[in-house]
């Protein structure tokens, strides 16, 4: 059974933040079972490397004007005939009730920026080592309370986090369904296109072929370039077949 790997490329560095984003927040809530210090680290590594990429310029305001502007989508489609007006008017909803929870809710990761435990890890995962029982007795300790009362307060974190998550899901969720994907052929391992108006790539390619892709790019152009997997020995057919959605 062939196995498709996908591949997702952004287009302009909103979208390369808001994918950052979304790769943390699926790191955090796959470690929120904290039982050791391994798992503590997992945590508390991707919690430092989310708060560090919630301080770059005007993330809330980009997520709310994304939000604003699917809204304008969902009303012109809401003129084309045969549309299904129950699915529009319950994305509307959604995307307004997002839009108002993140405008009300206090600073991104403020909770977690400020507390004590969050904030003394943070400041030694840059020393290798730096997280060691001796460097730090706090979360040691915290390391051996009742299992239930740190699921309870990694629950806290992660729900502080709820308004931008749900927000940036269901942002991220439209523009990806907002692309088909099309049968494409490279030629000599090369491939490129125009992208006007466009966020993301993203490329299907079967495993079996062990290539992975190369691409550079911005809002109106991009280009592809197919590379084998082992640098070595590994080839790249004359005729490549894949799947791109430009969304």
Request: charged share 25%; net charge negative.
């Amino acid at each position: 059974m062939s196995t498709t790997v996908l591949f997702e490329y952004p287009l302009n560095e909103k979208m390369r933040t808001w994918l950052r984003i979304e790769f943390l927040m699926n790191q955090l809530d796959s470690s929120r079972t904290i039982v050791d210090s391994v798992s503590a680290l997992t945590f508390f590594r991707n919690a430092a490397e989310l708060l560090d990429v919630f301080e770059r310029g005007e993330l809330r305001t980009e997520i709310v004007k994304e939000l604003d502007k699917q809204q304008q989508k969902l009303r012109s489609w809401a003129e084309v005939p045969g549309v299904d007006m129950d699915l529009v008017h319950k994305l509307h909803d959604s995307l307004k009730t997002r839009s108002t929870a993140l405008m009300a809710a206090p600073r991104m990761g403020q909770m977690m920026r400020e507390d004590r435990l969050i904030g003394l890890v943070r400041q030694r995962l840059s020393i290798p080592g730096g997280c060691c029982s001796f460097d730090l007795p706090t979360l040691h300790i915290w390391l051996h309370i009742e299992q239930e009362k740190r699921d309870s307060q990694v629950a806290l974190w992660m729900n502080s986090l709820a308004p931008i998550r749900d927000a940036l899901t269901l942002i991220l969720d439209l523009i990806r369904q907002s692309g088909a994907f099309r049968h494409q052929t490279s030629l000599n391992g090369f491939y490129q296109d125009n992208a006007e108006g466009a966020d993301l790539l993203r490329l299907q390619l079967m495993l079996e072929d062990s290539l992975y892709p190369q691409v550079s790019g911005h809002k109106s152009r991009y280009a592809i370039r197919f590379l084998p997997l082992d640098s070595e020995h590994g080839e790249v057919p004359a005729r490549l077949d894949f799947q791109l959605a430009c969304c």
